[in-house]
Structure formats: structure tokens, C-alpha cells
């Protein structure tokens, strides 16, 4: 089988923006796209002609479901002013976003196009929790998962489950991404908290005291985690804490041939590595503490990169759930296999640690509107490798390297990709 | 064996009649849970179907207190969490079923690798009555 591992010619990041990631009663996908599309569109230092830009790909989950509205590409491609431009919906559950970023590296490395906008939008908060959670469900194997009774927090808490049991990982190890995650999204003003899990408790504390009723005693923000009035159980041993929340948003960014970057910006990325692979449902992987599509994606895209993951030196990675980020960490090889939760527990994905993970705070705190995601992600490493990100800049001044990691449903779809600094 | 088609719907009708079937490649042998028409392994489509035993141990579980529609209006969920698994079948594959029989409002306290046996739910979705395969601990 011929596989040269390679891409046709280079491909340059040159812009990358969000929306403001929230819950926003009166804005549809539209109106969230075109805000992510201007703060893109400021990002690109010499500033461009967005008529320059020749194809559209659209990261979308289920506009269907969540607003009734299908084919979105050519709605949004309008409402940012781009017909007749091709415009492409991308679905794959949470990897869309990822892999509409994809479809726009493989478009300019094949030749076709120069210039190309890749994005993702969802908007999940017009319905109410048991339907999304219904929505979500949709994405899992309907006949053989969802009919089990599983819900996707229900999902990743069985990879939790199966991981406590081969590793010793403690429910504790997840409550710290979660610290970790708001930590940092508290210093992200797009993100849809901008809390410490520590100032969400001290808010607690407050608002039972200004109510006179008993002021809980928590001694840290793991007694906090772990008080079920505060934090109940989803599906053990995820928590609420434990699960990225329902949002509204949208993503955008701007790839061109890596020959014209230069007449967008001085200070371009180049996407240097790209790798997808798909998985069975999870009764079907001989594995169920790995994600092995991960495994698989991030070899290619090393390869492709010519790096290893030690030399990655941030990587934005697909935490919709707590014990995701912990198996994320193992899957890209940054950690051996069931070392992950150590790693979280030092502090060695901290944002001052050797190997910062989710700097933008994840989609935990962050916000996860599931189409866009995997663009938003794209985002942060934009901002964190041009030294953009502000006061959640991590330390290193020597940024070279980045990754991101996006999962759609429990893995039946990874796409992941390196970013570089030149 | 009556000959049915290797679907969910097939599927669905041997649990209503308690029984648990896969297919199996006659080219290369493999065994297939749930079953399916066309052979993973060696593409070829000529499948037969084979009844396991039923018998297998618990290897991923949850215990889900925020419950899609479907389990809601069986009021399960919220206040009354339920156990949904992967079971790892005596035969080798495994699968995602009901997990009945172990307590779920202390869920710290159920254990990967615990034995279970199939058991067949029954329940009425207006004039259809529905199968949900199940284990129990």
C-alpha cells in the first residue's frame, strides 16, 4: 500500500479566534460564528481580504438536534460573507472541529487551495439538560451503547472504572485536573468559567453564610470535590466537576500555503504533523484504560512532525471529562501508561510544569461546545507559541513546539496535530 | 437454526427468548458480539449464529445518577442511580449491558472482575414489549 506519511507542501497557521464560550440565550451558531470569525480575522497581523479565502470547512455536531438546523456550512459561509465559496459541514461528535482543521491542512497540502478557513460552532444550550444529555448519547453506538443505559459521562466513567482497577488511580486524581483546568481557565477571559475551583467554593461558603444557613467546613478544594451537595455524582465516579459543562461557541482559523504566509504575517505556525485514526465502540477494544485511536493519530503525526513527544512542550488535549485528560497524557506517550494520574498529581502538567496541559483551561473550564472545540484548541497554541496568551503565558520562554489532541465520542474518532515555531 | 438476519433487530429477538447469540465466521472462525453480517477479519460475509453462555465478569461499570429520557421515565437516574457495564463473556468477547444486583448508591464498593450471568429486562414500551440485555452480579 503506497503511504508516504507526508504532506504534499507546507501549511501555515496565520490566524485563530473564539467566541466568548458561554451560555447565551439569545445567540444561534450564526451570530456565535461570526464573532469567532472577527476576532479571528484581527488575529492576522498584515490583516487579508477574507474574499482571499477559497474554502470553508465547518466543525458541526448537531445543529440538527440542538437548533434544528442542519447544513450549516453554506448558512454560516453567508453569514460571513463568503458565497459562493465551497463550504463543508464536518461530523465527527467531538472530533469535529479537529477534523474539519484537517480537511483544510489536506486541502492546501494537496494543491487545490491556498487559503482556507477552518472552524467549528455548536450551540447546545437552547435545550434542556436530559435532552442534550440524549443529543450527546447520539454520538455513542445508539444500538449496543446508549441501549445499556450509558450516557457519555457514563462512558468515560467505565474507562475510569477500568483504569482504578488496573492502575490504583484514585478519585482524587481526577478532582486535581479539575483544579488544575479552572486554574488555568480562570485566566482565559473567553472561557465559559473564569473561576478557580477554590474561588467557586469560597463563593459557596459565602452564599450560605449571607443566607444564614450552616457555612460547610471545607479545609481545601478537595473537600469541597468531594461534599455530593456541592459536587454530586453524574455517573461515578465522574462528578459534576468531573465533566466539561454544556456551551454555547465557535472557533475559526486561517490556514494558507506555506509559500504566502509571510504576506499574512512575520510570525506564522506550521502545522508540521496530522494524524486521525477511528476505534470500535468500547466493548470492542481489547483495552478499555486506552484510547488506542489516540495512540495510533499521534504516532502519525510525530512521524509525519519528525519529533517525539518529549520534545512537545504544551499540548492542548480533549478533557471532556477529567479521567480523559488523564488518559490523554498516557495515549500521546507524554506519560507511560498509568503514570498519567502521577504526573497530574506533581504538578508536571501544571502550567509551570515540564509539560503544560489545557493552558486555556480545557474544555472543563473553558467550555465545550463540542463542534468548535477542536478549533478552539488550535487557538491556544496559536496564542501560547507567538506569546500571546497573556497572564496564562506559561514560564518557557522557548516555545517551539504544540499539540492538540481532539476525541470524538470515546475515541471512535482522535485527530490530533503539531504545531511549530520556526 | 431458523436462519435470521445477523441485525439488532434479530439481536433483540433471541434476548426475548433469553438467549444470547453472536456470529461466528465460517471462513475464519472468529466470534462476533453483538453480531454482525460481514467478518472484520476476513471481509468475507458468510456468517452463522452461535448462542454463548451467558456467563462472564464485570471489567468497566458505572453507576449513573444523570439518566438519559429512556431510563428517566423508568425512574431510574437521580435518585435512584443504576449500573451500566462492560461485560467480558466466558467466550472471550465482550459487551455493554444492564448491570443488575450490585449496589448502586455505594458504587466505591463494586469491583471490576466480579462474576456475572445473563438476565434478560422486560419491559413494555407502549403495545411492544422491550428486551434489554442484563447481567447479574
Known amino acids: ?422 | 437454526m431458523e436462519q435470521r438476519d445477523f441485525t439488532v433487530a434479530s439481536f433483540n429477538k433471541f434476548l426475548g427468548e433469553k438467549r444470547l447469540m453472536g456470529s461466528k465466521c465460517k471462513k475464519c472462525g472468529s466470534l462476533h458480539l453483538p453480531p454482525r453480517p460481514l467478518c472484520p477479519h476476513c471481509h468475507e460475509a458468510v456468517m452463522e449464529w452461535t448462542e454463548l453462555s451467558g456467563k462472564g465478569k464485570l471489567v468497566a461499570y458505572t453507576a449513573i445518577s444523570v439518566a438519559p429520557t429512556v431510563m428517566v421515565n423508568q425512574g431510574l437516574g437521580k435518585n435512584n442511580p443504576y449500573c451500566s457495564g462492560v461485560v467480558e463473556l466466558a467466550e472471550g468477547p465482550k459487551i455493554c449491558a444492564r448491570v443488575l444486583g450490585v449496589d448502586t448508591r455505594n458504587p466505591e464498593r463494586i469491583e471490576v472482575g466480579t462474576p456475572v450471568k445473563l438476565e434478560v429486562l422486560e419491559r413494555a414500551e407502549g403495545q411492544e414489549k422491550v428486551f434489554t440485555l442484563a447481567f447479574k452480579a
Open chain 1, 1 to 422: 500500500m503506497a503511504k508516504t506519511g507526508k504532506l504534499g507542501r507546507g501549511v501555515a497557521l496565520v490566524g485563530a479566534g473564539v467566541s466568548k464560550f458561554g451560555s447565551f440565550k439569545d445567540k444561534t451558531s450564526r451570530d456565535l460564528y461570526v464573532e469567532a470569525f472577527l476576532d479571528m480575522k484581527a488575529s492576522v497581523d498584515k490583516g487579508f481580504d477574507p474574499r482571499d479565502i477559497q474554502t470553508i470547512y465547518v466543525g458541526c455536531f448537531s445543529g440538527d438536534l440542538f437548533e434544528s438546523q442542519g447544513h450549516l456550512a453554506p448558512i454560516v459561509t453567508d453569514w460571513v460573507g463568503l458565497v459562493p465559496r465551497p463550504a463543508t459541514r464536518v461530523e465527527d461528535a467531538c472530533a469535529s472541529g479537529g477534523v474539519a482543521l484537517r480537511q483544510g491542512v489536506l486541502a492546501i497540502a494537496s494543491g487545490l487551495y491556498d487559503v482556507a478557513l477552518v472552524s467549528g460552532v455548536e450551540k447546545m444550550t437552547n435545550l434542556p439538560t436530559e435532552r442534550v444529555t440524549d443529543t450527546l448519547a447520539a454520538a455513542s453506538d445508539v444500538l449496543y451503547e446508549a441501549s445499556a443505559g450509558f450516557t457519555f459521562p457514563g462512558l468515560y466513567a467505565a474507562i475510569a472504572t477500568a483504569h482504578m482497577a488496573k492502575y490504583g488511580t484514585k478519585v482524587e486524581h481526577f478532582m486535581q485536573v479539575g483544579i488544575k483546568n479552572h486554574n488555568n481557565g480562570a485566566l482565559n477571559p473567553k472561557g465559559q468559567f473564569n473561576r478557580s475551583i477554590k474561588d467557586i467554593m469560597l463563593a459557596r461558603q459565602k452564599k450560605c453564610q449571607d443566607q444564614g444557613q450552616p457555612v460547610p467546613d471545607y479545609k481545601s478544594e478537595m473537600d469541597f470535590l468531594k461534599d455530593a451537595a456541592a459536587n454530586p455524582v453524574v455517573a461515578w465516579p465522574m462528578r459534576l466537576f468531573d465533566c466539561s459543562p454544556i456551551t454555547d461557541g465557535a472557533a475559526c482559523a486561517l490556514l494558507v500555503a506555506e509559500d504566502i504566509a509571510r504576506s499574512f504575517t512575520d510570525r506564522p505556525l506550521y502545522i508540521i504533523g496530522s494524524g486521525q485514526a477511528s476505534d470500535y465502540a468500547l466493548h470492542g477494544r481489547p483495552d478499555i484504560t486506552c484510547i488506542k485511536a489516540s495512540q495510533i493519530a499521534s504516532k502519525e503525526a510525530y512521524q509525519m512532525a519528525g519529533v517525539t513527544p518529549k520534545d512537545i512542550q504544551l499540548a492542548e488535549v480533549h478533557d471532556c471529562f477529567t479521567i480523559a485528560e488523564i488518559v490523554a497524557t498516557e495515549d500521546l506517550g507524554f506519560f507511560a501508561p498509568g503514570v498519567g494520574p502521577k504526573a497530574v498529581a506533581e504538578g508536571v502538567t501544571a502550567r509551570d510544569g515540564a509539560k503544560p496541559i489545557n493552558t486555556s483551561g480545557g474544555l472543563k473550564s473553558k467550555g465545550h461546545p463540542v463542534g468548535a472545540s477542536g478549533v478552539a484548541q488550535a487557538v491556544e497554541i496559536f496564542k501560547q507559541l507567538r506569546g500571546e496568551a497573556g497572564p496564562r503565558q506559561v514560564p518557557n520562554k522557548n516555545l517551539r513546539l504544540g499539540l492538540t489532541h481532539n476525541v470524538g465520542a470515546t475515541g471512535g474518532t482522535s485527530v490530533i496535530h503539531v504545531y511549530e515555531r520556526r
